[in-house]
């Protein structure tokens, strides 16, 4: 039942539609104009005001600073007590072992060996780099993988000789 009649129905109440809408809209704009004219008046500022999200942001970054502050007094506390910025080392009987200070563990699986070359050279060091961010920055990165269910199939040994060359995987084996 489509008719010229319907259609030209259907526009007109569109438009009508689009008329209340964008008159509600003016007089919104129209009213907060008003309140900011009205809020300098009172106030006798010259500038008009600012608006809530700016407001939040102000009230925001001074939480921040209040933060700030209070972690720098926390850090120089540390340093007075002894601490050092390295990451700790925790010393035993026979060898004195460090701890990670992170752990970025990127899963991957069999057969994407372009997708972790790529990663490789992109932004993870390798070979004496990645052996120099563990020792000096703490920070350890590897691969993550599982072993396949055929255990020792040509999907293992794959991944068994890239971790030779590259020594950044840690295999996950299922004990079930």
């Known amino acids: 039942m489509r008719s010229p ?19 509600r809209l003016w007089q919104d704009a129209q009213n907060r104009v008003y309140m900011i004219k009205e809020l300098d ?30 972690l720098e007094m926390e850090l120089a506390a540390a340093k007075h007590e002894g601490f050092v910025g ?5 010393t035993n009987a ?28 992109s932004w993870l060091p390798t070979g004496s780099l990645l052996k120099k961010l563990e020792d000096e920055k703490g920070i350890v990165v590897r691969f993550i993988v599982g072993r396949s269910a055929n255990r020792g199939d040509r999907f293992d040994r794959e991944i068994d000789d890239e971790n030779r060359s590259t020594n950044d995987f840690v295999i996950l084996v299922c004990l079930i």
């Open 5 to 23: 009649m319907s259609a030209m129905m259907l526009a007109m109440f569109a438009t009508m539609a689009s008329f209340y809408v964008a008159g």
């Open 41 to 70: 008046r009172r106030t006798g500022q010259g500038r008009s005001a600012i608006s809530v999200d700016d407001t939040l942001k102000v009230v925001s970054c001074r939480q921040q600073g209040k933060r700030l502050a209070s």
């Open 86 to 90: 390295k990451y700790t080392s925790e």
């Open 94 to 121: 026979t060898h004195s072992k460090k701890k990670p200070l992170v752990v970025i563990g990127i899963m991957t699986s069999f057969g994407r060996k372009n997708y972790r070359e790529a990663v490789r050279k």
